[in-house]
């Protein structure tokens, strides 16, 4: 069973600060990451998505992974209170995995 | 572009009715996908589908859930008799390709409440 693992939070933050969002996956055959952005209510909203080791940089957003240690993070830097959201974490080995997402709070 | 457009938003109906779900993928995205996704949990695949074949309902309940795509762009999910458990919101998505390198797009989703 290909299990992807989240910290379900909440985890909070003051406005400005870096918010660090991990995820963790067991199969090491897996091929593409994915970050996705849920508002209460709504459904997901692609972030980022990354294919290889190191990192990638959109804006306030970083997405890094580390094949090797088969972890993949997002990190939020100068966090604003419209981050407050559950972040999902998605992994693919010839089909979507989600995790079960993060809630993030950005107190102002 | 057009997103993933999907009706209705939302539905009550009571335990043993039937609902029907439809959803419009983005255009030129042959690949679709209907997920479950219930309070506090990650969305679950129901089934993907590859223009107009099913490449993956091994987590589809067969005995009450069915869903076509019959001209390999539209999809319909269908739920009979629905059950308390169903109770969720059905979000359909596409991709461009079925290598999994592609990002899902999400539609608006579903919200079932059955009763």
């Known amino acids: 069973q290909k299990e992807v693992e989240q910290n379900s939070g909440p985890l909070s933050v003051p406005e400005g600060a870096i918010a660090s969002l991990n995820c963790t996956y067991s199969d090491q055959g897996s091929q593409s990451f994915f970050w996705y952005r849920q508002y209460s209510g709504k459904s997901p909203e692609l972030i980022m998505f990354i294919y290889s080791n190191g990192d990638k940089e959109d804006g306030r957003f970083t997405a890094q992974l580390n094949k090797a240690s088969q972890y993949v993070s997002l990190l939020i830097r100068d966090s604003q209170p419209s981050d407050s959201a559950t972040y999902l974490c998605?992994?693919?080995?010839?089909?979507?995995?989600f995790g079960s997402g993060t809630k993030l709070n950005v107190k102002p | 572009e057009a997103g993933v457009a999907q009706s209705p938003r939302y539905k009550i109906i009571e335990k043993r009715q039937s609902v029907a779900f439809w959803c419009n993928p983005i255009?030129?995205?042959?690949?679709l996908y209907w997920y479950q996704q219930i309070l506090g949990q990650g969305p679950k695949l129901l089934i993907q589908f590859q223009n107009n074949g099913v490449v993956d309902d091994s987590q589809l309940p067969k005995d009450r859930f069915s869903a076509e795509r019959l001209k390999g762009v539209d999809s319909t999910l269908k739920i009979q008799p629905a059950k308390l458990e169903d109770s969720a919101v059905y979000l359909c998505a596409s991709s461009l390709s079925a290598d999994y390198n592609s990002p899902l797009h999400f539609g608006n989703g579903t919200r079932l409440t059955v009763t």
């Open positions: 255009s030129g995205h042959a690949t």
């Open positions: 998605a992994v693919t080995f010839n089909k979507f995995y």
